[in-house]
């Protein structure tokens, strides 16, 4: 195969796992606002661009983030970016573009995902957005797939580390969302966890080779519900 023809099929899957048939609802739910509605006060600040440098999205992504739970899910060559600041597509009272500071997490797959469920608002209270499934054969990435998503891991608890008393049934669970961050900024970490908890303001996917793998996003009997007051 001519390299012309490697790079114009590995750009076309690069811009196909961008809308991958449900990754697309997980990034709609983060990104609802990339292009942010300016009022007349805000004109100025319509010009908002993503932040340059390493570890940044090259989008703007929603000022409201994504809230993401699962009972537990393995992880696969989890690694973190700590404390990188991002702009996000929103305003402050003042009329300048929105930025804060989070992580930016990169895996290759998540497995395993129980109960996992994912939801976000517009901020005002006109709707919520939320998608669920209750399938253990979910999966999110795939080997020849990187995934990396900003926002912090609230709550997980690791099961190897609460062998002898403490348990991850306790209730509350153990946090060990600190831990799992540390360790995974030096190496990639790879664990069953559970009692999951994150919030998200932005995920993307992308192959990391030439050859465009499966699928990489399995959410079975999944439910997406749209509410509004």
Same mark, same amino acid.
């Given at each position: 195969?001519?390299?012309?023809?490697?790079?114009k099929k590995?750009?076309?899957?690069?811009?196909?796992?961008l809308?991958?048939r449900t990754?697309v609802v997980?990034?709609?739910?983060?990104v609802i606002?990339?292009?942010?509605?300016?009022? #007349?006060?805000?004109?100025?600040?319509?010009?908002c661009?993503?932040?340059?440098?390493s570890?940044?999205p090259?989008?703007l992504p929603?000022a409201?983030p994504? $809230?993401?739970?699962?009972?537990?899910? #393995?992880?696969?060559?989890?690694g973190t970016d700590?404390?990188?600041?991002i702009?996000?597509?929103?305003?402050?009272?003042?009329g300048?573009?929105?930025?804060? &500071?989070?992580n930016?997490y990169t895996?290759?797959?998540?497995?395993?995902?129980?109960n996992l469920?994912l939801? #976000?608002?517009?901020?005002?209270?006109?709707?919520?957005?939320s998608l669920?499934?209750?399938s253990?054969?979910m999966q999110?990435?795939?080997?020849?797939v990187? $995934?990396?998503?900003?926002?912090n891991? $609230?709550?997980?608890?690791v099961p190897?580390?609460h062998?002898?008393i403490i348990?991850?049934?306790?209730n509350?669970?153990p946090?060990?969302?600190?831990?799992?961050?540390?360790?995974?900024?030096f190496f990639?970490?790879?664990?069953t966890?559970?009692?999951f908890q994150a &919030?998200?303001?932005a995920?993307?996917s992308?192959a990391t080779?030439?050859?465009?793998?499966?699928?990489?996003?399995?959410i079975p009997?999944?439910?997406?519900?749209?509410t509004?007051?």
């Amino acid at each position: 195969m001519k390299k012309a023809d490697v790079l114009k099929k590995h750009n076309a899957f690069r811009k196909h796992s961008l809308r991958l048939r449900t990754l697309v609802v997980a990034v709609s739910l983060t990104v609802i606002s990339v292009v942010p509605s300016a009022g #007349t006060t805000h004109a100025v600040a319509a010009t908002c661009t993503p932040a340059t440098g390493s570890h940044q999205p090259d989008f703007l992504p929603s000022a409201h983030p994504m $809230t993401i739970t699962a009972d537990s899910l #393995t992880a696969d060559s989890l690694g973190t970016d700590q404390n990188v600041t991002i702009n996000l597509a929103g305003y402050d009272s003042a009329g300048a573009c929105l930025s804060k &500071t989070m992580n930016h997490y990169t895996f290759v797959s998540l497995t395993g995902v129980t109960n996992l469920h994912l939801s #976000t608002t517009d901020g005002a209270g006109a709707y919520t957005l939320s998608l669920a499934s209750a399938s253990s054969s979910m999966q999110l990435g795939a080997q020849g797939v990187t $995934t990396d998503f900003w926002g912090n891991i $609230t709550q997980v608890c690791v099961p190897w580390l609460h062998l002898i008393i403490i348990t991850c049934s306790s209730n509350p669970p153990p946090n060990d969302a600190g831990l799992v961050d540390a360790a995974s900024s030096f190496f990639n970490v790879s664990s069953t966890v559970k009692d999951f908890q994150a &919030t998200v303001y932005a995920i993307r996917s992308y192959a990391t080779g030439t050859t465009p793998p499966p699928d990489p996003v399995q959410i079975p009997a999944a439910t997406l519900t749209v509410t509004s007051p």
